[in-house]
């Protein structure tokens, strides 16, 4: 079973930086931030896979967001950077023990593809 413990984030105003920490214990295929906003569904941020170092991001945050390992692949981080207020959420880290058939990118934001999840960051971004 793993078990995934979330760090970071914080409150910032527009245009500025946080990061968010999520360290695993026990074997992990591939991670991925999730978030989640009042009233809206959870969607899928970045992933990243242990054995490539494969990353993908969503279209929102291309080009502001990045994903990374440390070298013992124990502990995800993603950095943002130009935030706006509409990346206020609290964001998840999740964790999948295998690579399912088929093509990555198609199921990555897919939550019934993980089986362990943190217990949530907030972040919060003011104008």
């Known amino acids: 079973q793993v078990q995934l413990v979330e760090s970071g984030g914080g409150s910032v105003q527009a245009g500025g930086a946080l990061g968010l920490s999520c360290r695993a214990s026990?074997?992990?295929?591939?991670m991925t931030w999730f978030r989640q906003a009042p009233g809206k569904e959870r969607e899928g941020v970045a992933t990243?896979?242990?054995?490539?170092?494969?990353?993908y991001y969503a279209d929102f945050v291309k080009g502001r967001f990045t994903i990374s390992l440390d070298n013992a692949k124990e502990t995800m981080t993603l950095q943002m950077n130009s935030l706006t207020p509409e990346d206020t959420a609290i964001y998840y880290c999740?964790?999948?023990?295998?690579?399912?058939?088929?093509?990555?990118?198609?199921?990555?934001?897919?939550?019934?593809?993980?089986?362990?999840w943190g217990q949530g960051i907030q972040v919060t971004v003011s104008s």
């Open positions: 999740a964790a999948s023990e295998y690579m399912a058939p088929g093509a990555f990118v198609r199921y990555w934001s897919s939550l019934d593809a993980y089986t362990a």
């Open positions: 026990g074997y992990v295929a591939y």
């Open positions: 990243i896979t242990h054995a490539s170092g494969f990353t």
